[in-house]
């Protein structure tokens, strides 16, 4: 699961490079701190599938990383 993880943190941050001037080892850092945060709030009770819930997380983090960086 951990290698589908981090394909799929990859896959995302690939789809924001062109928008944003950070590079993307910086965008697969905070990929990777969303899917932590994921990891650490998930219940699977909730019904909710693990990689629709990771991905929400992965874009958040991405989008705050995108957002702080236009902030300066």
């Given at each position: 699961?951990?290698?589908?993880?981090?394909?799929?943190?990859?896959?995302?941050a690939s789809e924001?490079?062109?928008?944003?001037?950070?590079?993307?080892?910086?965008?697969?850092?905070?990929?990777?701190?969303?899917?932590?945060?994921?990891?650490?709030?998930?219940?699977?009770?909730?019904?909710?599938?693990?990689?629709?819930?990771?991905?929400?997380?992965?874009?958040?983090?991405?989008?705050?990383?995108?957002?702080?960086?236009?902030?300066?």
């Open positions: 699961m951990l290698h589908d993880d981090d394909a799929l943190v990859a896959k995302i924001y490079q062109s928008r944003c001037a950070l590079a993307l080892d910086a965008l697969i850092a905070a990929g990777k701190d969303g899917l932590a945060r994921a990891r650490q709030f998930f219940d699977p009770a909730e019904g909710h599938r693990w990689d629709s819930y990771a991905t929400w997380w992965v874009r958040q983090r991405i989008r705050l990383a995108m957002a702080r960086s236009r902030a300066g």
